[in-house]
């Protein structure tokens, strides 16, 4: 079956540090662009992170620049989501998704293909 595994997330604390991984299981991550999302309760879900894998570009939705990192590691078929000084506000199901290219508007979710189950983010005050 293909599909996206998130993994990593948990309960942290206000300024804590969590690292999300998104592993393609029968489904290579072979796709340009490769992004995280996110949904909190009673929320729209919004683009978080996106990754190009032609060039390496990477792009951030502007509350979470300086704080978050997105990275790739091919080889393992895996992409990352490198979270620091979390808050309370970060809080949300994360998920991660894969496009055939990236588009101006990379955090609109109509773009992607593959979606993951998601992974739980609780940041406590």
């Known amino acids: 079956q293909e599909q996206l595994v998130e993994s990593g997330g948990g309960l942290v604390q206000f300024g804590g540090s969590l690292r999300l991984s998104c592993a393609g299981s029968g489904l290579s991550l072979d796709y340009d662009a490769i992004a995280w999302f996110r949904q909190a309760p009673g929320k729209e879900r919004e683009g978080v992170s996106c990754i190009s894998k032609s060039d390496g570009t990477t792009y951030y939705t502007d509350s979470v620049k300086g704080r978050f990192t997105i990275s790739r590691d091919w080889a393992k078929n895996t992409v990352y989501l490198q979270m620091n000084s979390l808050k309370p506000e970060d809080t949300a199901v994360y998920f991660c998704?894969?496009?055939?290219?990236?588009?101006?508007?990379?955090?609109?979710?109509?773009?992607?293909?593959?979606w993951g189950q998601g992974t739980q983010v609780t940041v406590s005050s």
């Open positions: 998704a894969i496009a055939r290219e990236v588009v101006t508007t990379w955090y609109d979710r109509i773009w992607y293909e593959y």
